[in-house]
């Protein structure tokens, strides 16, 4: 595990997102929380112009150190500012999608799996984005998950959501809901709930996860009335999963399902396609939820909101989705940091 001060708390790295968005006022308000800096310690890639001025409007007194991004070293400061001072920051009326919003933000992921890769950190958390600005500069990802997967040659990634009463992976993410079934396969089923089993019993501490998954069609087909895909395809997923020792049930209709799961009968749902995993998470804790990445050689959480660029310079963000990140990536990698190389399964490719 990669290195970090010497009181062994983990070292974390967060993203500020786009310059335009919420990032640097999230961040500022989770950051200031005693509680949260007490878990770790924190490199801050973004622009410091943007993060003191944020902080100036929730009326936060600098709590961070500031550093030249290339200048980047193990630090003894609780939280450190590592400042990309050579870009200008956008206009106050500049609250929206650019070409060079997209740049900056994805120079600070860039420069963020640098530093674990020179084991001056142990976690990443990421600020939200713009898929428009990156588009706009030019960047070939439609998102972090994409992104993060490529940087690391990780063969399986999968996107889970974690809330206090739910935690969800999705066998599909970003595509046209009409293109989902091409892509549909019994691997792309298996995949999340293998991940997410890894997860829940290496991760959360759960000895035995039980898991449930959903059904792509209305009533899980209904016996085939509605589509064969839950017979053709989840079922023997589901049979993969149990012949490799996964407590998996289903597949089950969605709209019971996400009750079932509430009421703590699954410890973990999969859901078939984006917005069915996805609607039931924003309802119940649309400001607790967190963005967790499976696959990767690390843990890496985001905020599970958008950048919210009509709100940006009002001082109306709310900090819980970051905070969430913030403190479930520090639980995660102090554990990890606990374990013996021995123990630890990092690489899940």
């Known amino acids: 595990m990669n290195t970090s001060n010497g009181n062994n708390l983990p070292v974390i790295a967060v993203t500020m997102g786009d310059p335009a968005g919420i990032g640097a006022e999230v961040i500022v308000k989770a950051l200031a929380d005693p509680e949260i800096r007490a878990l770790g310690r924190f490199v801050v890639f973004g622009l410091n112009e943007a993060i003191t001025y944020a902080g100036d409007l929730a009326e936060v007194d600098a709590f961070w150190w500031r550093d030249q991004h290339d200048h ?5 400061h609780p939280v450190v500012v590592a400042d990309y001072d050579e870009y200008n920051i956008l206009g106050a ?11 900056i933000s994805y120079q600070f992921l860039l420069d963020a799996c640098e530093a674990y890769r020179r084991n001056l950190v ?3 958390v990421t600020g939200p984005i713009s898929k428009i600005s990156w588009r706009e500069a030019g960047v070939k990802y439609p998102g972090h998950t994409e992104f993060f997967a490529d940087q690391f040659r990780a063969k399986r990634v999968t996107m ?17 809901l009409m293109d989902v079934r091409n892509c549909f396969t019994i691997g792309r089923v298996f995949q999340p709930i293998d991940l997410m089993h890894q997860a829940l019993t290496e991760w959360f501490g759960i000895p035995k ?17 509605f589509g064969d895909e839950e017979e053709r395809i989840i079922r023997p997923a589901i049979v993969m999963a149990r012949d490799a020792g996964i407590e998996a049930e289903g597949p089950f209709p969605a709209d019971t399902l996400f009750v079932k799961a509430l009421e703590g009968r699954y410890d973990g749902v999969v859901a078939m ?10 309802l119940l ?21 958008g950048t919210a660029f009509d709100i940006v310079g009002k001082n109306k963000a709310n900090p819980g989705s970051m905070k969430h990140a913030l403190k479930l990536a520090c639980q995660v990698a102090a554990n990890q940091k606990q374990k013996s190389p021995a123990q630890r399964r990092l690489n899940w490719r």
């Open 209 to 225: 996860p039980r898991i449930g998954v959903c059904g792509l069609n209305p009533h899980a087909s209904d016996d085939g009335r």
């Open 273 to 282: 396609y984006h917005d069915q995993g996805l609607i039931p998470i924003k």
């Open 72 to 76: 980047l070293q193990h630090y003894e």
């Open 122 to 124: 142990d976690a990443v």
């Open 93 to 103: 009326d500049e609250h929206g999608p650019t070409k060079q919003g997209g740049q």
């Open 160 to 176: 889970m959501f974690v809330a206090e009463k739910l935690r969800v992976s999705l066998a599909t993410i970003h595509m046209p």
């Open 285 to 305: 804790a649309f400001d607790s939820s967190v963005n967790v990445t499976l696959g990767l050689p690390f843990i890496r959480t985001s905020v599970d909101h």
